[in-house]
């Protein structure tokens, strides 16, 4: 009985260093904007006042929230030469020089669940 309760005491502490450490891995916020930077290479010219990109928007009782290019911007403010005059669930429209535009994500329809 004593050489089997040595033999396990031996094998056990073997058999666990060789199991690699658990390292806990860093977790992502999935409704985190992304950030453009990370994939356009440094010669890739930045948005210009001609084009905006609507990324993501949040709307609340108490916000309204856009990001437009990777920044986040409200109602009233500018981005890239245009102001934001309202920001909805799907869209936002802004005033460019001499234009209004609607900016808008992929619509609900597109994703919807199966």
């Known amino acids: 009985m004593n050489k089997l309760l040595t033999t396990v005491i031996v094998a056990v502490p ?10 806990a891995a860093a977790l992502q916020d999935p409704t985190r904007p992304t950030q453009t ?14 084009k905006w990109t609507l990324n993501s928007t949040l709307v609340a009782n108490d916000r309204r929230v856009a990001v437009i290019n990777g920044n986040h911007v409200s109602e009233g403010e500018s981005i890239g030469g245009a102001r934001v005059l309202k920001i ?18 992929i619509p609900d329809t597109l994703k919807m669940r199966p």
């Open 88 to 105: 909805r669930k799907t869209d936002v429209l802004i005033q460019a020089p001499g234009r209004r535009i609607t900016l808008q994500l």
């Open 14 to 23: 073997g058999i666990i260093s060789l199991v690699p450490p658990l390292q």
């Open 37 to 50: 930077a990370l994939y356009l290479s440094p010669s890739a010219p930045l948005a210009s006042a001609d």
